[in-house]
């Protein structure tokens, strides 16, 4: 929907009567809620990356009127979480060399839209399960037991938004002190449906692994994780192959694994999985990225061919 004819159409909603308005924000809410694939399958992530951003404000818009709507809470936690990840956070790292002015700028913006993403799901949470929010800080575990099936989403997009912004900012003592309650978080998800999403819950249980092999996790277990989230996939994650890259491999100093994974990642065909399409997209785009900076990455010399 062009933006000009969405602001006509909040316009008039805004100005209808109370009951109509309210049915009309819902049927309009639902329907944004769950357009996501439109954008999630698009061939072109520089067009989602340059549309999403008004996307997000209309979604914020709406929940002015209708604070606690369900779908637009989830709307707003996954969109802002994806949004900072992929168009943000990995700005920030191919602006590095070049610019580190606006590096460290474009991370500081990533972790506040992944904390905003945190907010609209933790409101989703209480929406669901009243007074999740406040239980998860005073009685986690009993807290943690409430949730179902149904929250796993917002399970997932609440910690992984959580994880995001303190990865970015590993010295924020608030953020470092919250790290037992995203497990918390993703442990529930994890045991509530293990299969949701193509494996997304594994790939993130690897991606938390590998981040914290200095503090007693386990590489094998991430491993684990990661090849899961692969199975689960059929393969076509290729966000998974870039992220045990990025941390098993370069954490190994294994040179000929990293690379290998960075290539399966390239070979994913991207209309295999239509629904992912811009998550391989931008993956590759990393992928690609990363591959030029092997020489920067390991100590090792590459091999001279004989």
């Known amino acids: 929907m062009p933006p000009r004819s969405m602001v006509c159409i909040l316009s008039l909603l805004l100005g209808t009567g109370c009951s109509l308005r309210k049915a009309a924000l819902d049927r309009v809410g639902d329907a944004l809620a769950q357009g996501?694939?439109?954008?999630?399958?698009?061939?072109?992530?520089?067009l989602v990356r340059d549309a999403t951003p008004f996307a997000l404000k209309t979604v914020e818009s709406l929940l002015d009127a209708r604070p606690r709507?369900?779908?637009?809470?989830?709307?707003?936690?996954s969109g802002f979480a994806q949004y900072a990840r992929a168009f943000v956070q990995d700005e920030a790292d191919y602006a590095?060399?070049?610019?580190?002015?606006?590096?460290?700028?474009?991370?500081?913006?990533?972790?506040?839209?992944?904390?905003?993403a945190r907010a609209y799901g933790l409101r989703g949470l209480d929406?669901?399960?009243?007074?999740?929010?406040a239980g998860l800080a005073t009685d986690p575990d009993r807290t943690l037991a409430r949730a179902a099936r149904a929250q796993v989403p917002l399970l997932y997009w609440t910690a992984a938004a959580w994880a995001s912004a303190f990865s970015l900012d590993v010295s924020d003592a608030a953020l470092a002190s919250d790290q037992a309650r995203i497990e918390g978080l993703l442990d529930r998800a994890l045991a509530l449906d293990p299969t949701w999403n193509g494996g997304a819950l594994h790939a993130f249980r690897g991606a938390w692994e590998a981040a914290h092999l200095q503090a007693g996790g386990s590489a094998a277990n991430a491993r684990r994780s990661f090849q899961e989230a692969l199975r689960l996939s059929g393969g076509l994650d290729a966000a998974t192959h870039v992220a045990l890259a990025e941390s098993l491999d370069l954490e190994a100093q294994d040179r000929r694994a990293f690379e290998g994974h960075l290539r399966e990642a390239l070979a994913v065909d991207p209309d295999r999985d239509p629904a992912r399409r811009v998550a391989i997209l931008?993956?590759?785009?990393?992928?690609?990225?990363?591959?030029?900076?092997?020489?920067?990455?390991?100590?090792?010399?590459?091999?001279?061919?004989?």
């Open 96 to 116: 590095e060399a070049g610019d580190p002015a606006r590096a460290a700028h474009l991370r500081r913006r990533a972790k506040a839209l992944h904390l905003r």
């Open 69 to 77: 709507h369900p779908g637009l809470l989830l709307a707003a936690a």
């Open 127 to 133: 929406v669901a399960l009243p007074g999740f929010s």
């Open 282 to 306: 931008v993956a590759q785009k990393r992928a690609r990225w990363l591959l030029t900076r092997m020489n920067d990455l390991f100590l090792d010399a590459p091999e001279t061919p004989p």
């Open 36 to 46: 996501g694939g439109t954008f999630a399958s698009d061939p072109d992530p520089d």
